[in-house]
């Protein structure tokens, strides 16, 4: 696992409270596929919340926390784990693929990695398109910071290894 800043919180920005996550809930051509996300950056999360509550009229920004019994996942290996430490060229061809809904994701209960967001977007559309060699998408996404997230699709991962610990609300400006 590539869990780095708090082994056992997990965060999720949202507009509402979210005590009892899903993992069917959701688009499917995203980054890791349909799932749950949540990521291990406190500070990513809260961005996260802004940003969809600024979308939505009258909406909260809410990030909510959860523990996560690690060392009983990892125990267990009894779940199949896709981890991306950096962006690379396995991460983008994936994204690529979950993006044209080609489903790379399908059979996998946890994936962990970069988010394809908006300091990343441009040059992983460009190598959609064709406008881009795998390389020269690489050599722009070097220098970028990895943002962190992990799709959680498996229900019994979330109903055996997490806990809900709060909530809470974030100003928005």
């Given at each position: ?119 990343v ?16 998408a ?12 992990i ?23």
């Amino acid at each position: 696992m590539n869990m780095s800043k708090n082994d056992n919180i997990l965060y999720h920005g949202a507009t509402i409270q979210v005590a009892e996550p899903l993992t069917h809930v959701g688009r499917s051509a995203v980054d890791f596929g349909p799932g749950f996300y949540v990521t291990n950056d406190k500070e990513q999360a809260i961005n996260w919340s802004v940003t969809k509550a600024s979308r939505h009229r009258n909406s909260k920004a809410i990030v909510n926390v959860y523990s996560i019994d690690m060392e009983k996942f990892l125990e267990d290996n009894k779940y199949k784990v896709k981890i991306f430490p950096e962006y690379n060229i396995e991460w983008l061809d994936f994204i690529a693929h979950s993006r044209k809904q080609q489903k790379p994701w399908l059979g996998y209960d946890w994936i962990e990695g970069g988010i394809a967001n908006d300091h990343v977007i441009s040059t992983v559309d460009a190598y959609i398109d064709g406008f881009m060699t795998a390389e020269m998408a690489m050599d722009k996404l070097v220098n970028e910071r990895l943002h962190h997230q992990i799709c959680i699709s498996n229900q019994e991962i979330i109903d055996r290894y997490i806990r809900f610990v709060k909530s809470f609300e974030v100003e928005t400006k």
